[in-house]
């Protein structure tokens, strides 16, 4: 071939790759549509366990909640000898609330309020015009004015099991009692009741607050107790379903 045919042969391919552009590489329409429904699909699978995740969180920070507040109460006991008291309700005065008696040893605002709580009443007062002070209750059998036909037990060496003997609660979060600092654990066990125990019990306490059925004996919440431990624990573990024994009554706490 000439050098001038070479020339213009050479010139005409590098004017066609000019005219032509680039060649460009990607995904096609399916393959894209594949890839955006793998990670659909993904996303599905994760959500779950991250919503599970979160939960299991907020679970653990409330009952690290519950045992700096089971420190600060034996801190109390250190100081007084006896347990703090309870002053919402009728019968009792505002000022001599655990919530207040126990601010100096725990420190925190924060404690009073769980990570799980969505009671309407931190915001909207109750019909009586109350707001919610705190998440959490004492164990009315542990007050210096628990009841009627409930002798008060105050003082830990009259309690014969610490350790299986509940002190914290979880407040329900409607209600009589969201307003409350400690339920009526004594009226949960009214003969010939039409309601269950755990329906009962429920007005009082939000029972599943971290899992499991509403008003059930397998309702999951967190517990403290007077030993200074803490549990997540269903109703059915710390209230015997045949009524036999409670883990609320330091009497009969095993």
Known sequence: MKTNELYTLRRARRVKRRVAGPRVSGFTLIELL?????????????????????????????LSNMRNMEYAHWMYMTDYGE????????????????????????????????????SPHWDT???????????????????SNPGPNIDP??????????????HFVY???????????????HQWAIPNSPLP???????HLEINAHGGPVESWD??????????????????????????SNQFDPAVAR
């Open 125 to 143: 007062p109750d019909s009586d015009g109350q707001l919610r002070q705190t998440s959490y209750g004492v164990n009315n059998y542990l007050v």
């Open 34 to 62: 594949v890839v955006i429904s793998v990670i659909g699909l993904l996303i599905g699978l994760l959500m779950p366990a991250l919503g599970a995740a979160r939960q299991t969180a907020k679970t653990l920070k409330c």
């Open 171 to 185: 407040m329900a979060e409607s209600g009589e009692f969201a307003v409350s600092d400690h339920p009526e654990v």
């Open 219 to 244: 309702s999951v919440t967190n517990y403290g107790f007077l030993d200074g431990h803490a549990e997540t624990l269903s109703f059915r573990a710390v209230y015997a379903e045949d009524g036999s």
């Open 197 to 203: 125990v755990p329906k009962l019990a429920s007005m």
């Open 153 to 166: 037990v105050t003082r830990i060496e009259n309690v014969p099991s610490p350790a299986a003997t509940v």
């Open 83 to 118: 347990f703090v008291n309870v002053g919402f309700g009728a019968g009792h005065n505002a000022a001599d609330s655990w919530v207040n008696t126990l601010q100096r040893y725990y420190g925190s605002q924060l404690l009073r309020r769980s990570p799980v709580d969505d």
